[in-house]
């Protein structure tokens, strides 16, 4: 068998791949939203917060539905990581189960959909009540006056606020209010950029610039955060599902495990998975989440896990 770590690089390359189809369906999405939402019902609502929200709603139902199309780059992530499991089996490459007959159905495909679908609209509905989290965080702050309300709206309409999380809207907020309060000539670090605070102070037209442009590259980040990790979770599901298949038709030997590898500087939750081995058909386990069945095991993990003998 091939060293753990060719395991894992080559894992990762066959993950990644399906990382741009699954960018450009988040991009879409936040599109869909925007257009579902009704710039007259949210510019009606601007003085009231609660109004606001309901204003925002179609947002998050039009973000959701913009999210439908990922389920074929999760079933694709999914085929790519049982393929990739059949070139590391003791041996060389095999092929783990028989070419279906002519009129039968693939056996890989069928699994790959039943996972993929699943997958999926767990994944919209986390996703989607994530972005209606970092619109409560926008009119949270119109609420208790930390945003003023027509400055809110303006965000809304005009720039790229919506489709952040929680978090990133926070921050992005935060990095707003800050820029607002900082002294002539003071650098402000942001999103790996530079702003820096002219000699006249701030003016509100530069405040939403400087706003709507962090707001792009979080919306960015948070994109790739998301490609990442659901193709690691489609690509780690099919390969998972390989390794059973096969044991299940003898073409393992019964001594098969896996083992986790975190290869790079693991985070605290990965580094307690690191090295664990068990046996293909039982979960790991951490301290910190508790069972697992494969990575990632947070946002942005990097993990995979490989076959080893014994
Ligand atoms: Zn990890």
Not at 81 to 93: C, D, I, M, Q
């Amino acid at each position: 068998m091939s060293a753990a770590r060719d395991q894992v690089l080559a894992f990762r390359r066959v993950a990644a791949r399906h990382e741009a189809a699954v960018k450009r369906i988040v991009a879409r999405a936040v599109s869909k939203g925007r257009r579902a939402m009704s710039r007259t019902a949210v510019r009606r609502a601007a003085n009231n917060p609660g109004r606001l929200l309901l204003a925002l709603a179609p947002f998050a139902d039009g973000y959701a539905a913009g999210l439908l199309p990922l389920e074929d780059p999760i079933i694709l992530a999914f085929m790519a990581g049982w393929r990739h499991a059949e070139r590391w089996f003791p041996g060389g490459s095999v092929n783990i189960l028989a070419l279906p007959q002519r009129g039968q159905p693939d056996p890989v495909v069928e699994e790959a959909i039943a996972w993929g679908e699943q997958f999926t609209a767990e994944q919209i509905v986390d996703l989607t009540g994530e972005t209606r989290q970092g619109v409560r965080e926008l009119t949270a702050r119109v609420m208790t006056d930390q945003i003023p309300a027509a400055q809110a709206t303006r965000l809304i309409l005009d720039q790229s606020t919506l489709g952040l999380d929680r978090r990133r809207m926070a921050g992005l907020l935060s990095f707003r209010a800050r820029a607002a309060r900082a002294a002539p000539g003071a650098v402000l670090q942001a999103g790996g950029r530079r702003y820096l605070v002219p000699e006249t102070g701030m003016r509100v037209e530069r405040l939403d610039e400087w706003t709507g442009d962090y707001a792009s590259t979080l919306l960015l980040g948070r994109s790739d955060t998301i490609a990442r990790t659901v193709s690691v979770a489609g690509a780690s599901a099919g390969q998972l599902a390989a390794w059973l298949a096969a044991q299940a038709d003898g073409l393992l030997g019964g001594g098969q495990r896996k083992r986790w590898e975190s290869l790079l500087l693991p985070c605290v939750i990965c580094r307690d998975l690191n090295g664990q081995t068990v046996p293909l058909h039982e979960p790991f386990t951490s301290k910190y989440v508790g069972v697992v069945t494969y990575p990632p095991v947070h946002p942005n993990c990097r993990c995979s896990v490989v076959l080893v003998d014994g």
